[in-house]
């Protein structure tokens, strides 16, 4: 059996969750357009920027804030939610990513579980647009997974004591400040990643292990 077969068959009908509230600055069509009639699967999204606690900081420049855009899929009553997140760095604006968004049309899919026609529909409308594209596909993993009411890595069949461990970044910046950021990651990551790349680098290692003796992955690609 396919495992797309598998999450059909094994999906159980979706809790009678109230659809989330979701305020939009811009949102895609909810009418059919070739129908004309509101569709069971309907996709919005809004633009925001993440306000960073700390002023983060590379080799080459400093952001206090992350331009964002929160995608959200709704179909009877359930909402999966996504996200398309640009750093400067990646070319990718909330402009751009808005109007690939625009362009998508979720209504003409009867089906949240048709997961590789509407993503390969998603794909079809453009070269590029990554980040726009990846948040369509979380929402609708996460979608799918409250409809299943099961984490992906139960339907993926996956041992979650097995999961990777993620890292938590930490900007260049004053002794006092990388000492507060690496104790704010705590005990909630394994791995430290500390930009580097001035002349301040042996200053900031040396002050993260006053603090902790995690392991350090040191992180020079833009210094």
Not at 3 to 10: L, M, S
Not at 114 to 125: C, G, K, R, T, W
Not at 170 to 194: H, M, Q, S, W, Y
Request: charged residues 20%.
């Amino acid at each position: 059996m396919q495992r797309r077969d598998f999450i059909k068959i094994a999906a159980a009908a979706g809790a009678t969750a109230a659809a989330s509230r979701f305020s939009t600055s811009c949102t895609a069509p909810n009418v059919n357009k070739q129908t004309g009639v509101a569709p069971r699967m309907k996709l919005r999204f809004e633009a925001y920027d993440i306000q960073l606690r700390h002023t983060f900081t590379v080799a080459t420049y400093s952001r206090t804030t992350t331009p964002d855009v929160q995608v959200a899929i709704d179909y009877d009553g359930i909402t999966g939610y996504g996200e398309a997140s640009m750093p400067q760095y990646l070319g990718h604006t909330q402009q751009s990513v808005c109007e690939f968004l625009s362009k998508v049309d979720l209504g003409q899919f009867s089906d949240p579980f048709q997961m590789e026609d509407i993503l390969a529909y998603v794909d079809s409308i453009s070269p590029g647009d990554e980040p726009a594209k990846a948040a369509v596909d979380i929402a609708l993993h996460d979608l799918i997974g409250k409809l299943m009411g099961q984490p992906w890595y139960r339907i993926w069949g996956l041992n979650a004591a097995k999961t990777p461990s993620t890292s938590y970044t930490i900007g260049i910046d004053t002794p006092e400040i990388v000492r507060e950021k690496t104790l704010e990651a705590g005990n909630r990551f394994n791995i430290l990643k500390v930009k580097v790349g001035l002349d301040s680098d042996e200053q900031m290692i040396n002050t993260i292990r006053q603090v902790t003796d995690l392991p350090i992955a040191v992180d020079a690609n833009q210094g």
